[in-house]
């Protein structure tokens, strides 16, 4: 299982992008909140997405959870 973290800054796009702890893209991140553990993005995107309905996966560590 990885521990998830949505980013609390929307992007451009004004999604919220979700990421897996290791994400070279979370650590740039100063704003955070810790969502828990998950085996996959899709379970850690649903938890963003009762945070912030725009939530969407990292292109980069949750590719098979973002919608572009």
């Given amino acids: 299982m990885e521990k998830y973290y949505v980013n609390d800054h929307a992007q451009a796009s004004g999604d919220h992008e979700v990421h897996i702890e290791t994400c ?3 650590r740039l991140t100063e704003h955070k909140t810790y969502l828990g553990q998950f085996y996959s993005c899709h379970g850690a995107v649903e938890a963003a997405k009762k945070i912030y309905p725009t939530a ?3 292109a980069f560590c949750s590719p098979q959870c973002n919608n572009g």
């Fill in 24 to 26: 070279s893209f979370l």
């Fill in 56 to 58: 969407d996966g990292c």
